[in-house]
Nanobody, 120 residues
């Protein structure tokens, strides 16, 4: 059974930093493309960062130069380092893994979501 388990998040003051993590179990982590999404109250889920199996990254304009996505294939872990947090970053954050190739290509797994609240 494949699982993608999130950790991190919480309450932080504006300008602060947080790191989110997601650990994949039950499958070959290196074969996945990985993304972070977030969903604020009353809003649609937003793609904010992605990292391919070859390490190429992409970011939404709203988080570029403040957030960093990374992966550690030895630890089966995806990270999102968030700096200079703003009140508008308040949302539930989700990680997603999509199998890139093979017989299970396209199979997708979501983390359970974690709340990030930016407030003084």
């Amino acid at each position: 059974q494949v699982q993608f388990v999130q950790s991190g998040g919480g309450l932080v003051q504006p300008g602060g930093s947080l790191r989110l993590s997601c650990v994949l179990s039950g499958s070959d982590f290196s074969q996945y493309g990985l993304t972070w999404y977030r969903q604020a109250p009353g809003s649609q889920r937003e793609h904010i960062a992605g990292i391919r199996d070859d390490g190429i990254t992409n970011y939404a304009d709203s988080v570029k130069d403040r957030f960093t996505i990374s992966r550690d294939n030895n630890k089966n872990t995806l990270y999102l380092q968030m700096t200079n947090l703003k009140r508008e970053d308040t949302a539930v954050y989700y990680c997603k893994a999509v199998m890139i190739s093979g017989t299970d290509a396209g199979a997708a797994y979501w983390g359970q979501g974690t709340q990030v609240t930016v407030s003084s």
